[in-house]
């Protein structure tokens, strides 16, 4: 097939079937908009060994697109987080998450990206919307509409290009090339100081389902987290000694894992087990690098960035699938009244850029305030100075309300998505929201003397 033929025009392409990319469609599912969905990988659900973390701001968004009681299946809330130095120590022990399922309607859980993946696909009803195995070779746009060509050979117009194409996405170049973009490349946004294994381990006697275990220490050190049975997600997060731009970001081997893995496998995550012990019965261990940055310009005309394309973290907050379904959330309330408007299939030049403006507004503040709160988290863990350094010296003295009402700070100005129900956790996080507001006001501005636990209603718990 000739590359320049136009086979058809969607109102909406996305590039990219990851977190950012499937929630962007279950939206537009929900608002009856018709798109097109390419995918490079040949399933939604390719088995690469990776785990995901969700948080009541992403759950409750999965929760309004219907997906919650099967994510409930899969997973087991987080309870008790460990934090401790390298020799084994006990810095702080946190029960904070384990508040969360009834303070505010969703627990912390970790499951098996493949999983999470699986169904949100499963919660696609437009199959044929779905083109997998299908790489986007370029995007450009005109004064008109955004062209694709796919690997296939084949070119796609479109009034508007989603790109949920991760980090290192075709989309955003294109922005940034475009009229009114910055010139320069993603090289001077998006940098590497870290790289980490990420694997998953059947279950290690000593080690608790619910449990969670940070290590402090400088080089390289340690993250578990838990799953549904018991299940060992574990991170070994390695200091790299200098920042490396995008394009000089370093690639990984198996020899690489090894290495990492074998240099922490003395640390003691518990009295009884050392990360040796975990990483012996691994079913799965790859190195990454962690990409950090916000892209400046998210949106042209016709084209416009969301999830990791547009603002990439570091893992340690487990907030970079929570933003990207925020993101895609508030970008699909912002084009709500383009797309399904009285001009309904034909999108009005000017309404769709102030809706693309509008949604990189919203976000671009709250998203960078987190990649830098993830940065300062990852900093802490690998004994950086500056803030990274007051975090960890404050860890002994946190106490679980503390820790609350930071948690509360973060998930308070979570979106939803316009339009759709929310569930009786939905409506509890609304409510547990509004109540925290409130009291935080009446002890700023009117001396009501309550802890930062009194702020929540944990009676009972
Ligand atoms: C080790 C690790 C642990 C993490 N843990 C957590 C966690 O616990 N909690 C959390 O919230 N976040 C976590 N994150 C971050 C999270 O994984 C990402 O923020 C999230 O997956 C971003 O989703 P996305 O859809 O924007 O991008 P991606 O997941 O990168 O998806 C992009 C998709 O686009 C496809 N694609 C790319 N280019 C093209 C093209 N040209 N044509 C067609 N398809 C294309 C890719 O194949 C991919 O499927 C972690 C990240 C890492 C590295």
């Not at 973009?181 to 870290?194: C, E, Q």
């Amino acid at each position: 097939m000739s590359p320049s033929v136009v086979l058809q025009h969607y109102q909406v392409a996305i590039i990219g079937g990851g977190i950012a990319g499937l929630t962007t469609a279950l939206a537009l599912e929900r608002l009856g908009i018709r798109y097109i969905l390419f995918e490079r990988h040949e399933s939604l659900a390719p088995d690469e060994g990776a785990s995901i973390g969700l948080l009541p701001n992403g759950l409750r968004i999965l929760d309004q697109l219907g997906l919650m009681e099967e994510i409930e299946k899969h997973t087991t809330a987080l309870q008790r987080w460990q934090h401790l130095d390298g020799d084994g120590a006990l810095l702080s022990e946190v029960n904070a998450l384990g508040y969360y399922p009834s303070t505010i309607g969703y627990g912390g859980l970790f499951l098996e990206r493949r999983k999470l993946l699986r169904i949100m696909a499963d919660g696609l009803k437009s199959v044929d919307s779905i083109r997998t195995g299908t790489r986007v070779t370029s995007v450009r746009e005109t004064s008109e509409q955004a062209i694709l060509t796919t690997s296939d050979g084949i070119r796609i117009t479109a009034d508007l290009v989603i790109g949920a194409d991760g980090v290192r996405s075709c989309v955003r170049p294109a922005i940034d090339q475009a009229p009114q973009g910055s010139p320069g490349s993603s090289d001077d946004y998006m940098s590497t100081r870290f790289a980490c294994v990420y694997g998953i381990s059947p279950p290690v006697e000593g080690i608790i389902a619910g449990d969670c275990f940070s290590v402090y220490r400088p080089a390289a050190t340690i993250l578990i987290f838990t799953g549904k049975g018991g299940t060992v997600f574990w991170f070994v997060f390695e200091d790299l000694g200098q920042t490396y731009t995008l394009s000089t970001t370093p690639q990984y081997t198996t020899a690489d894992v090894e290495k990492l893995c074998r240099s922490v496998s003395h640390l003691r995550i518990t009295p009884t087990v050392r990360f040796g012990d975990v990483y012996e019965k691994r079913s799965v261990a790859v190195k990454v690098a962690l990409e950090e940055g916000v892209a400046p310009n998210w949106h042209s005309e016709h084209m416009v960035v969301v999830g990791d394309a547009a603002h990439k973290m570091v893992p340690n907050a487990a907030m970079g699938a929570n933003q990207a379904i925020e993101s895609a959330t508030v970008l699909l309330n912002e084009l709500h009244s383009v797309l399904c408007g009285p001009s309904q299939g034909y999108m009005p030049h000017e309404t769709l850029t102030a809706a693309l403006k509008q949604y990189a507004n919203s976000r671009k503040l709250r998203t960078a305030g987190i990649v830098q709160k993830a940065g300062i988290t990852c900093r802490a863990q690998l004994a950086h100075d500056g803030p990274a350094a007051a975090l960890r010296h404050e860890l002994p003295s946190l106490t679980d309300g503390d820790w609350l009402f930071r948690g509360f700070m973060g998930l308070a100005d979570a979106p939803v998505l316009a339009g759709i129900p929310l569930s009786q956790h939905g409506l509890l996080y609304q409510q547990a929201v509004d109540q925290f507001r409130k009291r935080v006001r009446a002890r700023e501005n009117e001396g009501l003397n309550i802890s930062n636990m009194e702020l929540f209603d944990t009676e009972g718990i």
